[in-house]
């Protein structure tokens, strides 16, 4: 993102313990350390004091908590402001914006708790104007796909921009290179192409080709979870209820098996299902939502609160 001038947090690289521990002791906290390598979401630390961040550094280079995921470490300014999730489609040249999200990752209301691999989320975010979105088309997205080429790295598929909305403009925090889980369940509902015609066009390279069309309404989706997670959880619980919704509810299983009794569903996993409603307004959809999330039953069922509450 540096050599192609892409907004992002500033940041420096070590792979040396030392040089690293003595960077960070010159840095203004709050400061974000994090692991190049793979590391299961567990990778960056925000810290909001030096010591702290001291701390983190230890733990991934010396101790070597994160395996060779901590053989090299990016220490980068701590950006502040609002996070949300941008996505598109590209065949490696064409860059089709699709609608954007937020995702809620701690466990319990007001971002609090540990984090999970995500308790909800909605779309399109509130402060996503046209302005917006257009910006970041042309700084953060197209200049992506145009630099992967130049690096003689293709990419096609779907671009995820994790971005922060700061007061001095939008940054690139990391890219993923798929639609993420819950933001799926939320934009995919959003869209009113055939998903089927796109992909094809990504690989034929034809997307240039394609109208892609969304709906206007919003769609917020809200994961039901079990007992203990995301720490240990017991699963085989019956789930009531499902057979009671509204008919345009969507209702996707993320961890569900069938019972031996017809029709059963049993719990399987630690983030059960996703609950998913439209609406006119994201308030009509969050209300639509939790309607009918009530209808829901599973021994020990936990579930935010809070999920696409904004205004
Ligand atoms: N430079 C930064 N400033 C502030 N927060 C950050 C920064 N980098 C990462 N974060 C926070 O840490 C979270 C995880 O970082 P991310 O780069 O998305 O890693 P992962 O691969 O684990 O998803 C982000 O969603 C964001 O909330
Ligand atoms: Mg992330």
Redesign the pocket.
């Known amino acids: 993102m540096q050599k192609y001038a892409i907004p992002c ?1 500033k940041s420096a690289t070590f792979s040396e313990y030392n040089q690293a521990k003595d960077y960070v002791k010159h840095q203004k906290p709050p400061v ?1 350390v ?1 692991a190049d390598g793979l ?1 299961a ?1 567990k ?2 630390i ?1 810290a909001t004091s030096i010591p702290q961040a001291l701390e983190a550094l230890a733990g991934i280079m010396e101790s070597k908590t994160l395996g060779v995921a901590g053989n090299k470490v990016i220490i ?5 402001g609002k ?1 949300m999730s941008a996505f598109a489609f590209t065949d490696g040249k064409t860059v089709v914006p699709m609608v954007s999200a937020c995702d809620y ?1 701690r466990v319990y209301d007001g971002d609090l708790g540990p984090n999970t691999g995500g308790m909800g989320s909605y779309s399109p975010p509130h402060f996503y104007t046209p302005e917006l979105g257009k910006i970041v088309s042309e700084t953060i997205m197209e200049p992506t796909v145009r630099a992967m080429a130049q690096e003689k790295r293709p990419y096609w598929g779907v671009l995820y921009g ?1 971005l ?1 909305i700061t007061g001095k403009g939008v940054k690139a ?2 890219f993923n290179a798929r639609f993420g889980d819950p933001e799926t369940q939320v934009i995919l509902p959003r869209l009113k192409t055939d998903l089927v015609d796109i992909m094809l066009a990504v690989i034929n390279g034809n997307l240039n080709q394609i109208k892609m069309e969304c709906s206007d309404e919003a769609c917020v989706g809200v994961v039901m979870a079990s007992a203990g997670y995301p720490g240990s959880y017991k699963t085989g619980f019956p789930i009531t209820g499902l057979d009671n919704l509204d008919k345009d509810i969507l209702v996707f299983h993320g961890g569900t098996k069938r019972g031996s009794e017809p029709g059963q569903v049993l719990t399987n996993g630690g983030r059960v299902l996703t609950v998913v409603a439209m609406g006119k307004t994201i308030a009509e959809a969050r209300e639509k939502v939790y309607a009918n999330i009530s209808r829901i039953k599973f021994e020990g069922c936990h579930y935010r609160k809070d999920i696409a509450l904004v205004e």
């Open positions: 947090a974000v994090k590391a979401g990778g960056v925000v980068e300014e701590h950006l502040s996070e990752k994790g922060m925090l990391e």
